[in-house]
C-alpha cells in the first residue's frame, strides 16, 4: 500500500506537511516528502490532506481481562485466592472476541498492554498485543512484558474481608520483598547448580520461575501506586532488588514530581477521566501529566480500562492538554513515549522505516471529544474507520 498526500506526524525528529507512507509485508518501508513518492501498482491510499499518526498505545488496560456486560463469567482480571501469584499469566486469560477490542481499533487505540491486578501484592504477568485478531498468538508483541505488582488500598481491602495478609501496607510490602527475595535466591541456586554438576538444581518453583526474567531484569516490574508514599514504597523495593520498574497511574505524582525526576522514575498516569472513587484518589487531577512532563518524566497516558472505556484514551489526552499539557506532547503520551517506557519502541510508537504499519488519520483533531479517526490501519491492514471499506 502507498499512503499519498498525508499530513504526517512521525513522533521522531521530522514531520511532513505533505507526505507519503510506503508499506511493505505489514511494515513501514519508507515515508517521505510527496514530491519522492515512489511509483506503484498495489493498492492506494489518497490521504487528501489528513493527518497521519502512529496509533495509539494504551499502556496500561486491563483489555479482556473483565469482558463487557459479563459478571463473574467474564472476570479473569484477578485470582483471589492467594496475595501472591506472579505464576498468573494475560495471555491465558484474555478474550479477544470481547467486543471491547473492536472499539478499541475504532478509537484508534492499535496497542495495549493488558493483565490482571490489582488486587493481589504480585498478579502476574502482563503481555503486550495488537488490538486486531481472532487468536491471542497471533496479536502478541510481547507474552510477558512485565510483572505486576501492586501497592495500597487494593490489596489492602480484598484480603482485609478475608481477614487474611496483606491488611495493611507493611504486609503488603513484605509479601513482595519475600517472594522476591525467594526469586533471587532461586536463581542464584539454578546458576550454581549449571555451573556444577555435583550441585543439584533446586525444586522447582512455579512462583520463583515465573519471577527469574523479574529479578534478572529481562522484563518490566510495573508498580501499581496512587498515593506518595506508596510510589516511594514501590521505589524503595524496585531499588532493593534491582528492578527495571515503572510507576502506573501515579495520581499524586503532580506533588513528587520533583523527587519523581531525581530518581528518574517512569510513569504510566491515569485513569484521568474518572471521579475520585477511593480515598487514594483525593488528589486526582487532569493537571498530572502536565506537572509531569514539566519535570522533565517520561510519562504516558493510560485508561485502565475498563476503569475508562478503552476507545476514549485519545479524549483523556485531550484532558490532559486542558490541564495544562503542551499539546504534542500529548500526542507523545499517547504513541512513542509509551512505546519507549514499555521497551516496544522497536515495533509500534512512531512512523519510520522497519517498524509495524499502524496507523490513524484524522480530518480533525484527534484529541476532540468529537473526533474519530477516518481510517485505522494495523500491520498494514485497513480495519477500521469510518472510511473503512467493505
Known amino acids: 500500500m502507498l499512503i499519498i498526500n ?3 506526524k512521525t513522533m521522531e525528529e521530522k514531520d511532513y506537511e505533505n507526505g507519503y507512507i510506503l508499506i511493505e509485508n505489514g511494515k513501514i518501508k519508507a515515508v517521505g516528502e510527496m514530491k519522492d513518492a515512489p511509483q506503484t501498482d498495489g493498492e492506494l491510499l489518497d490521504a487528501e490532506g489528513r493527518l497521519v499518526l502512529p496509533g495509539f498505545i494504551d499502556a496500561h488496560s486491563h483489555l479482556g481481562m473483565w469482558e463487557d456486560g459479563l459478571a463473574f463469567e467474564g472476570d479473569d482480571g484477578n485470582e483471589e485466592t492467594d496475595p501472591v ?3 498468573m499469566r494475560a495471555v491465558d486469560a484474555v478474550n479477544p472476541m470481547d467486543h471491547c477490542f473492536e472499539e478499541a481499533r475504532e478509537g484508534g487505540v492499535t496497542t495495549v498492554l493488558t493483565g490482571p491486578g490489582s488486587a493481589n501484592p504480585i498478579s502476574g504477568s502482563w503481555c503486550a498485543l495488537k488490538t486486531f485478531g481472532k487468536r491471542i498468538d497471533d496479536m502478541l508483541i510481547d507474552p510477558a512484558i512485565g510483572m505486576k505488582f501492586s501497592m495500597g488500598e487494593n490489596p489492602k481491602n480484598v484480603y482485609n474481608g478475608k481477614n487474611e495478609t496483606p491488611t495493611t501496607r507493611m504486609g503488603t510490602a513484605a509479601l513482595i520483598r ?3 527475595r525467594k ?4 536463581s542464584k541456586d539454578l546458576k550454581r547448580a549449571k555451573k556444577d554438576p555435583e550441585v543439584d538444581p533446586p525444586e522447582y518453583d512455579i512462583k520463583c520461575e515465573a519471577l527469574l526474567p523479574v529479578v534478572r531484569r529481562k522484563i518490566k516490574a510495573f508498580f501499581h501506586a496512587h498515593r506518595a508514599d506508596d510510589i516511594f514504597t514501590a521505589i524503595r523495593i524496585a531499588k532493593e532488588f534491582h528492578l527495571d520498574y515503572v510507576i502506573v497511574h501515579g ?4 506533588l513528587i514530581a520533583d523527587l ?5 522514575a517512569k510513569v504510566i498516569t491515569g485513569p484521568i477521566l474518572c471521579d475520585r472513587s477511593k480515598p487514594e484518589l483525593r488528589n486526582l487531577t487532569i493537571q498530572n501529566p502536565a506537572v509531569l512532563s514539566a519535570h522533565g518524566i517520561k510519562a504516558a497516558i493510560c485508561t485502565d480500562h475498563p476503569v475508562i472505556p478503552i476507545q476514549y484514551l485519545p479524549l483523556s489526552g485531550g484532558l490532559a492538554v486542558k490541564g495544562g499539557l503542551p499539546y504534542e506532547e500529548a500526542l507523545r503520551m499517547l504513541t512513542i513515549l509509551p512505546a519507549q517506557i514499555c521497551g516496544i519502541d522497536h515495533r509500534v510508537g512512531s512512523i519510520q ?3 509495524d504499519a499502524d496507523l490513524v488519520l484524522y480530518s480533525d483533531d484527534p484529541l476532540n471529544i468529537y473526533s474519530s479517526p477516518d481510517y485505522v490501519l494495523i500491520d498494514g491492514k485497513l480495519i477500521a474507520g469510518k472510511k473503512r471499506e467493505g
Do not use: D, S, V
Request: no cysteine; proline share 4%.
Open 260 to 264: 519523581l525526576r531525581e530518581e528518574e
Open 353 to 355: 522505516e522497519g517498524k
Open 178 to 180: 519475600e517472594q522476591l
Open 85 to 87: 501469584t506472579p505464576q
Open 6 to 8: 498525508a499530513n504526517i
Open 251 to 254: 495520581t499524586e505524582g503532580h
Open 183 to 186: 526469586a533471587k535466591r532461586y
